[in-house]
């Protein structure tokens, strides 16, 4: 029986040492590679599910940012009627605003006869505090001929679209003046129109002019010129 050959136990020269260092080198760069395109594929993956999932979305919401959805077209927004007022009804507010009424189709408190109806002449919106809104509105008897005098009422709220609260009767004109126009500025109301000397002057043909001027009280307009 031969003698088997002893094993190489030679001791490992620097090449052999090189070469196993190239070895390992080589070894972990494949590593590496392997798991970067693990994650890459893991991250194609992700992003294809959730586009799948997501589908279904207007393209104006797939817009991102920060990593959370946002749009790219700004909400519509829409202005409000120029008919709603900014400000709420006045002290009897138990009702609608004056802003709604119909204002030729409401019965004013003034006695023109059995066959004689109203005229309205004007409507003033007035803002004497924030939390209060009023009409002022000037009527007269629609005489046809002449120039009958006005009356000048203050409503503080709407019951219907044809009936509103009356809560004063700031003026009405007698035999020595004729109101021409109702100025409504901030707690002031101001008033200004024809006068006439005497009972004998032709309503046609005034001979003077006056102004009034009332303020808010809290409650109601007080005369202060």
Request: charged fraction near 15%.
């Amino acid at each position: 029986m031969s003698p088997r050959p002893l094993p190489d136990v030679r001791p490992p020269t620097e090449d052999d040492e090189a070469l196993e260092r190239v070895r390992r080198r080589v070894q972990s760069i494949k590593h590496r590679r392997a798991a970067a395109g693990s994650g890459l594929t893991l991250a194609v993956l992700v992003a294809v599910t959730t586009f799948a999932l997501r589908g279904d979305e207007p393209a104006s919401k797939l817009v991102t940012g920060g990593g959370r959805p946002t749009s790219s077209t700004a909400p519509a927004v829409s202005s409000p009627p120029a008919t709603v007022p900014a400000t709420a009804p006045g002290p009897a507010a138990s009702g609608l605003d004056v802003a709604v009424v119909n204002w030729y189709f409401v019965r004013y408190p003034i006695d023109c006869g059995a066959t004689t109806g109203t005229k309205l002449l004007d409507v003033v919106f007035a803002n004497p505090q924030p939390t209060v809104r009023l009409a002022i509105v000037m009527v007269a008897c629609d005489a046809g001929a002449g120039t009958p005098g006005r009356s000048i009422f203050v409503y503080d709220h709407a019951e219907s679209v044809t009936s509103a609260h009356l809560s004063q009767t700031l003026w009405r004109d007698d035999w020595s003046r004729l109101t021409g126009t109702v100025v409504a500025q901030g707690a002031d109301v101001t008033t200004s129109g024809s006068t006439y000397s005497s009972a004998t002057i032709p309503r046609c043909c005034p001979d003077g002019t006056f102004t009034a001027r009332w303020t808010w009280t809290g409650q109601s307009y007080a005369r202060v010129s």
